[in-house]
């Protein structure tokens, strides 16, 4: 366990108010029921993920690889998967997240970087080239939002579509090139560090230790279970059902940006293929953190423990002597594997 | 509402059970051509007007075409590129659409396209060309090709009808398994070199029509036909449209199930072959992507993420017209990134206008743009 984590857990169970936590649970099968409603139920399998770990290299299990690689690396991953755990709570999807981290800083870095550096050459104030890295999650969000709510269509090819537009924009605004050299203003949310913690890693921890207690005890953010177990029910009970799932895509493009700003920092460019393929990471971390597909149900602590597996699963597989084309098969075999054994356990 | 079974009696627009009992009733079946065509009409009931919806907007696509570029409307670029180059898709799309239908899912079948070939190749191919030298039979390694397609809808639908794990989930799971494998097995090269025979069905004609194309007209011709026809086929709407009424009504709705996702793996095996057959070689890469052209297309086709309904009609002309729009945009030369961009923007607008023309979608009107929730539906009916 690292100091991290030791900081983390405790922090998140003081969101899970002891008031309405059941007796202490007798048998094995409850007491894992008990941890899976907790969002915990990852927690045994990550313990073993350390072990290995540190078994298969002596670099895994210090400081400076837990802070700097694990946690760096996974930042933008939590943060993403922050957004779609609140959508699957809500009982919606957003797949077009990946595509925002991909669209919402080029776009910006294309109107400030000059010319031969890929850019158009507007020379645009980075300040406000921030601003609009957020503004286009916004937008997106918005739109995704209107179509699925206001007209009613359905959430998964919408944000499908959107994902595959905003994947071919990317492309056709970068030329296909990467995008570099940017202001160190850019890229500080990405870059800095407090200490010896990045400061998008403790951005990724304020933002779940926010959304854990919002989710709790706001008046919305109990009303985002409420709409996502059953909505009619909700709408009968006073919850203005349609502008609270509006300002979900909202907030969830927006968060998508800010990741998207995040990892530009960390690369120091803005790649034209960026965020493409992370929505499977995002949905695989949601689920394995035990957040139900079908709304309702999920805890922020367990798509935060799912993000950590997985960021720590990659970790151990890049230390590992394993030959690089097999990496992909490994984790893939271990998700698979997470997946069926998150199913012993959830009551469904 | 929360679950399916209480949005079910939108039987009207496909033949669940009920609409299977009343109109094949065993003892009135009539066999050969006179009974096919006395069923066939018959279930022209069915068809409603949206089967056709996207038609006029094909029309449209095909006069601004030929006015764009004298080539598109030509018959070598309508064969050879429109059709032919979205063959494997089309086959794919078919396979999906089916698994939608029956209430399911299936991601990994993407996959399926890249693996089953590489295996195929790898087995036939020499050591120094990235094979393992085995130089076994072509015809061997076709029926292996099929069998890593069957085989891994095995083991699809023992994940998701066995253990009742949520289909779209498990076979994202196993979707990035599959394409992690082809990828470690070659290492990230390409395979080429391949004998005649495994580019076969990608690259022969017949009756100077490319084999490719007459398999993306088979397949739909007989999709359409098993499903409105055949008793089986109309148990794929029963599933799912309501599990637990075709349980009832006597429907081995599981092995249905699993029948349907070894159909598919099998059918994206094929598009895999169709696919290296064009190319000429099996990329590591081959077939990465694709799924969200099929999901794309099967929805834009009119088929329902929740179960139930499809048509596969409308489901052609979906996949006639993005194939369509794709080729005159490269004849005009766009590069292919805004090609994509184009592609999501069509099936945004299409998606809202048909909502907005007032296209009636009693399921999802109701839900509100709700996702797919198998899993609910199945615990419900125990």
């Keep these: 366990m690292t100091d991290y984590e030791e900081?983390?857990?405790?922090?998140?169970?003081?969101?899970?108010?002891?008031?309405?936590?059941?007796?202490?649970?007798?048998?094995?099968?409850?007491?894992?029921?008990?941890?899976?409603?907790?969002?915990?139920?990852?927690?045994?399998?990550?313990?073993?993920?350390?072990?290995?770990?540190?078994?298969?290299?002596?670099?895994?299990?210090?400081?400076?690889?837990?802070?700097?690689?694990?946690?760096?690396?996974?930042?933008?991953?939590?943060?993403?998967?922050?957004?779609?755990?609140?959508?699957?709570?809500?009982?919606?999807?957003?797949?077009?997240?990946?595509?925002v981290v991909g669209i919402a800083?080029?776009?910006?870095?294309?109107?400030?970087?000059?010319?031969?550096?890929?850019?158009?050459?507007?020379?645009?104030?980075?300040?406000?080239?921030?601003l609009l890295i957020f503004a286009i999650g916004a937008a997106v969000g918005l739109i995704n939002g209107l179509l699925v709510?206001?007209?009613?269509?359905?959430?998964?090819?919408?944000?499908?579509?959107?994902?595959?537009?905003?994947?071919?924009?990317?492309?056709?605004?970068?030329?296909?090139?990467?995008?570099?050299?940017?202001?160190?203003?850019l890229t500080y949310i990405g870059r800095a560090s407090v200490g010896p913690v990045p400061i998008s890693v403790l951005i990724a921890v304020v933002l779940y230790v926010a959304a854990a207690l919002f989710l709790r005890y706001h008046r919305l953010g109990k009303a985002i279970y409420a709409?996502?177990?059953n909505e009619e029910a909700a709408r009968a009970g006073g919850v203005r059902v349609e502008r609270l799932r509006l300002g979900l895509y909202v907030l969830s493009g927006t968060l998508a940006a800010l990741a998207g700003l995040m990892l530009t920092g960390r690369q120091a460019t803005v790649l034209p293929n960026q965020g493409q393929g992370m929505v499977f990471s995002v949905f695989a971390a949601a689920v394995i953190g035990g957040v139900s597909l079908n709304g309702g149900r999920g805890k922020m602590l367990g798509a935060f423990l799912g993000v950590v597996l997985i960021g720590t699963v990659q970790n151990i597989l890049t230390l590992s002597h394993l030959s690089s084309f097999w990496i992909d098969a490994v984790f893939g075999a271990i998700i698979v594997g997470a997946v069926l054994l998150s199913k012993v356990t959830v009551r469904e | 509402?929360?679950?399916?079974?209480?949005?079910?009696?939108?039987?009207?627009?496909?033949?669940?059970?009920?609409?299977?009992?009343?109109?094949?009733?065993?003892?009135?079946?009539?066999?050969?051509?006179?009974?096919?065509?006395?069923?066939?009409?018959?279930?022209?009931?069915?068809?409603?007007?949206?089967?056709?919806?996207?038609?006029?907007?094909?029309?449209?696509?095909?006069?601004?075409?030929?006015?764009?570029?004298?080539?598109?409307?030509?018959?070598?670029?309508?064969?050879?590129?429109?059709?032919?180059?979205?063959?494997?898709?089309?086959?794919?799309?078919?396979?999906?659409?089916?698994?939608?239908?029956?209430g399911k899912f299936d991601v990994s079948l993407e996959s399926i396209v890249g693996l089953a070939p590489m295996v195929g190749a790898l087995l036939i191919v020499s050591v120094e060309a990235g094979g393992l030298g085995l130089h076994i039979s072509p015809y061997v390694a076709i029926l292996i090709v099929l069998a890593v397609g069957a085989l891994i809808g095995v083991v699809n639908g023992a994940l998701v009808i066995r253990l009742n794990l949520n289909s779209f989930i498990i076979t994202f799971a196993m979707l990035i398994l599959w394409r992690g494998i082809t990828?470690?097995?070659?290492?990230?090269?390409?395979?080429?070199?391949?004998?005649?025979?495994?580019?076969?069905?990608?690259?022969?004609?017949?009756?100077?029509?490319?084999?490719?194309v007459w398999l993306f007209?088979?397949?739909?011709?007989?999709?359409?036909?098993?499903l409105r026809l055949n008793p089986l086929g109309r148990a794929v709407y029963a599933i799912g449209g309501n599990p637990s009424a075709a349980r009832a009504t006597g429907l081995n709705v599981n092995r249905i199930g699993w029948g349907i996702y070894i159909v598919a793996g099998l059918m994206a095996a094929v598009a895999g072959l169709v696919l290296t057959g064009r190319i000429a070689a099996v990329t590591a890469a081959q077939g990465n992507g694709l799924i969200f052209s099929v999901l794309a297309v099967a929805v834009l086709g009119g088929v329902s993420l929740d179960g139930g309904r499809g048509r596969m009609t409308s489901v052609l002309i979906a996949t006639l017209l993005l194939a369509a729009i794709t080729n005159i945009l490269v004849l005009l030369q766009v590069p292919s990134f805004w090609i994509d961009a184009a592609y999501g923007a069509i099936i945004l607008v299409t998606l809202a206008v048909s909502k907005l023309g007032g296209r009636k979608d009693g399921a999802g009107r109701k839900k509100r743009g709700g996702i797919a929730k198998p899993q609910q539906a199945a615990e419900l009916s125990e």
């Design chain 2, 217 to 226: 007209i088979a397949v739909f011709v007989v999709a359409e036909l098993f």
């Design chain 2, 183 to 212: 990828l470690g097995l070659t290492s990230g090269q390409s395979l080429s070199a391949l004998p005649s025979q495994l580019l076969y069905l990608g690259s022969a004609e017949w009756f100077g029509v490319p084999i490719s």
């Design chain 1, 227 to 229: 709409i996502g177990g």
């Design chain 1, 7 to 99: 900081n983390m857990i405790p922090a998140a169970e003081g969101s899970s108010a002891a008031a309405l936590r059941p007796a202490p649970p007798k048998t094995v099968q409850s007491r894992l029921r008990w941890l899976q409603g907790q969002g915990l139920v990852v927690l045994p399998i990550i313990v073993v993920v350390f072990i290995v770990g540190a078994i298969i290299s002596p670099v895994f299990l210090t400081v400076t690889n837990l802070v700097s690689n694990v946690l760096y690396q996974t930042a933008v991953l939590a943060v993403l998967a922050l957004a779609e755990t609140l959508m699957l709570l809500s009982n919606r999807f957003d797949l077009s997240i990946e595509s």
């Design chain 2, 1 to 102: 509402m929360k679950n399916r079974l209480a949005n079910t009696p939108r039987s009207e627009s496909a033949p669940t059970s009920a609409a299977l009992s009343v109109d094949t009733p065993p003892d009135q079946k009539r066999g050969g051509m006179v009974g096919l065509a006395e069923r066939l009409i018959a279930s022209r009931r069915h068809a409603r007007f949206q089967d056709w919806a996207l038609l006029p907007i094909l029309v449209v696509v095909f006069i601004i075409g030929a006015v764009a570029s004298p080539t598109f409307f030509t018959a070598s670029n309508l064969f050879h590129n429109v059709l032919q180059q979205s063959a494997a898709l089309a086959i794919v799309v078919v396979a999906e659409s089916l698994l939608l239908i029956s």
């Design chain 1, 149 to 185: 709510v206001k007209l009613g269509l359905n959430t998964f090819m919408i944000t499908l579509a959107m994902l595959i537009l905003l994947r071919g924009l990317t492309l056709g605004v970068t030329g296909g090139a990467m995008i570099f050299n940017m202001p160190r203003s």
């Design chain 1, 105 to 130: 800083p080029a776009v910006a870095a294309w109107l400030i970087v000059a010319p031969e550096l890929g850019g158009k050459g507007v020379y645009l104030d980075v300040a406000v080239g921030i």
